[in-house]
């Protein structure tokens, strides 16, 4: 009985100076989780606690789930009303999209495919005439494999790292040279990835990765890895300038918290499914540290994460004192994560699963975070969506209208994200993943391109995802407001902006339920502008749907040919740009007004560009 009682007053008294320094000490909640999680005894009660809360929780409850009013779109509805107010300015615009990422630098950009591709870009940008880089259609370019040997049976990584028999370390620099003389020649930027681990540096031979076969182990010596990213950003430096280097974005690897497929210090994966993110936090000193001795400006951060993490590297970063160099200083320039799947409107529940959700969630941790100086971090620091894309789509869906639906629609997602949760949910770039860009052959993987052969060499073929980026390139200047009764999550729904004498409305139908519908049939929208800046005007109308700007439609319609002939290359040459729907025409209105009925089909999208004429 003594020995309960003791246990008893042990219990309360911890109770109490817990609950003290919850009280008295300044950001002291952070620390005491910690110190609870630390001790097994401690977090298996309040782990038992929390349970029993939910527990009670749910049966107060009873079924009050059921009648919470979720927003669901209306899957029936067929005539639809847009209005926008040209006359209310939300904000002006900073363009967050418009970069795209390879599984490969060497593979996605220095085949014949790649180069075309970059070709095809460059001539986008040039046509819509973005002179500043920041209003670009295609901006920065993200690729995985730069510290990936080369040899064979890989062949997908830069095989910068050499050691010959006697162990002598050097640098190639040749292929690394290539890849980044490509993206910088057409008028892009990269996101470098610090990764690969080198065959001769990895800790475990055989540990690799399923897309390009980069070898996904822990360094053996971080002191030489430590070497390889000192000379990787003296070599960048040299060769592109300072000023050119601090234009770029660097991350520490790629997905360090997914240990079945990345960092994990075991040879069996299966044993530990998440990854060692305390080993990630040192490759990350290590990394860091050499980049600012080698170029301090340059901007570096991670953790480029398949899940969460942002808030924990914060954590290492502000509040811990495991560093490479003792106490030495850490920084985190901007922080990275990815985003897959349906562009759920209801990004507050946690049923929801899509980009918006995984945004909202991964921010809040941080932002919400126990510790002042986590949240203050979280608040100032950029950050990056560096894998975006719909999740598990078959690449039959990747190769139609609906990806360039998918794409819009993520934008207008994020900027009503934006403004409803605050400008810290925006994100300063995103990048639209795939295998690879320019794959060969439609209906094989996603990409904004696709190559078929014509006499003997591949040629390449925008989709419309690509026209898509080419589409939302128009939307510049300042964003305006949508007046009608109208929210993020319905089928029919769209942006304006309005940037000196042009207007431009974009305006998207997406039915994630019926994704595979590519029939011609449509619903009728009403779309109207008041307030216009201008009483004259040119209308041009351009669509992305089965029939216009959509290459795909057109080689499935001559029977999948995988080499064309001379005049099959002539027609997807000629009709795999952007399209107008109707020839351009000229309109005036007194009220300063533009008021159009048209049909949409189901996964479309529409463009108005509305340019005023003196």
């Not at 000192?230 to 997905?255: A, D, I, P, Q």
Request: charged residues 25%.
């Amino acid at each position: 009985m003594k020995t309960i009682k003791r246990i008893s007053l042990a219990i309360m008294i911890l109770s109490v100076l817990l609950g003290a320094a919850y009280a008295l000490i300044p950001n002291s909640k952070y620390h005491v989780k910690k110190f609870v999680k630390e001790n097994e005894l401690l977090y298996g009660a309040a782990k038992n606690v929390l349970e029993l809360k939910y527990s009670i929780f749910a049966k107060l409850r009873g079924n009050s789930n059921a009648k919470r009013n979720h927003f669901r779109p209306d899957v029936t509805k067929k005539n639809w009303q847009i209005f926008f107010d040209a006359s209310k300015r939300v904000e002006k615009i900073r363009r967050f999209w418009g970069s795209i990422g390879f599984e490969s630098f060497k593979g996605g950009l220095l085949t014949s495919e790649g180069r075309e591709l970059l070709e095809l870009m460059r001539d986008t940008n040039d046509r819509v005439g973005a002179h500043d880089f920041s209003q670009q259609a295609f901006r920065y370019i993200r690729g995985h494999n730069l510290y990936s040997n080369g040899e064979p049976p890989w062949g997908e990584g830069c095989d910068i790292y050499q050691v010959d028999e006697k162990g002598n370390v050097s640098y190639n620099w040749e292929i690394a040279d290539r890849v980044f003389d490509s993206i910088l020649k057409n008028g892009f930027k990269p996101i470098v990835e610090f990764g690969f681990m080198p065959d001769a540096l990895a800790s475990i031979p055989d540990r690799r990765q399923k897309w390009g076969r980069g070898n996904i182990s822990p360094p053996k010596d971080h002191n030489k890895w430590s070497n390889l990213v000192y000379e990787t950003v003296k070599h960048l430096c040299e060769r592109y300038g300072e000023e050119e280097v601090k234009s770029w974005y660097f991350e520490v690897w790629n997905e360090p918290d997914l240990g079945w497929l990345f960092w994990i210090e075991d040879d069996d994966p299966r044993r530990k499914p998440y990854g060692d993110l305390d080993a990630y936090h040192k490759l990350y000193d290590y990394t860091l540290t050499a980049a600012k001795t080698a170029f301090p400006g340059i901007r570096v951060g991670g953790p480029a994460s398949a899940g969460g993490g942002l808030d924990l590297l914060l954590e290492h970063v502000l509040l811990e004192d495991k560093f490479v160099n003792g106490r030495a200083p850490v920084a985190v320039d901007f922080l990275s994560t990815h985003a897959y799947g349906r562009l759920d409107a209801n990004w507050r529940s946690r049923k929801s699963k899509g980009p918006l959700r995984s945004i909202k969630w991964k921010i809040d941790r941080a932002a919400k975070h126990d510790h002042e100086k986590v949240r203050n971090k979280m608040r100032e620091t950029p950050f990056l969506l560096t894998e975006v894309g719909p999740k598990g789509e078959s690449h039959f869906l990747n190769n139609t209208r609906f990806a360039a639906a998918w794409l819009v629609k993520l934008v207008q997602g994020i900027y009503s994200l934006a403004d409803k949760e605050g400008k810290m949910y925006l994100p300063w770039e995103i990048v639209y993943w795939g295998s690879n860009q320019a794959i060969r052959y439609y209906e094989i993987r996603k990409g904004v391109a696709a190559s078929l052969k014509y006499r003997g060499s591949p040629s390449v073929f925008k989709r419309p995802i690509f026209n898509a980026f080419e589409a939302l390139a128009h939307f510049s200047g300042e964003r305006i407001e949508m007046t009608s009764y109208s929210r993020f999550g319905n089928h029919v729904n769209g942006i304006a902006s309005v940037d000196g004498d042009k207007l431009t409305v974009l305006v998207y139908h997406l039915n994630e339920r019926d994704r595979r519908n590519t029939s011609n049939d449509s619903m009728n929208v009403e779309l109207i502008v008041e307030q216009l800046p201008f009483q004259k005007y040119r209308v041009s109308w351009f669509t992305i749907d089965e029939t216009h700007s959509n290459s795909f439609t057109i080689w499935r319609r001559m029977g999948k040919p995988k080499r064309l002939s001379k005049r099959q290359h002539e027609v997807l040459s000629q009709r795999d740009d952007l399209e107008l729907q109707t020839e351009p025409w000229i309109e005036s209105s007194a009220q300063r007004k533009f008021h159009k009925n048209f049909g949409m089909q189901n996964n479309s999208v529409s463009l108005f560009l509305l340019n005023k004429i003196n």
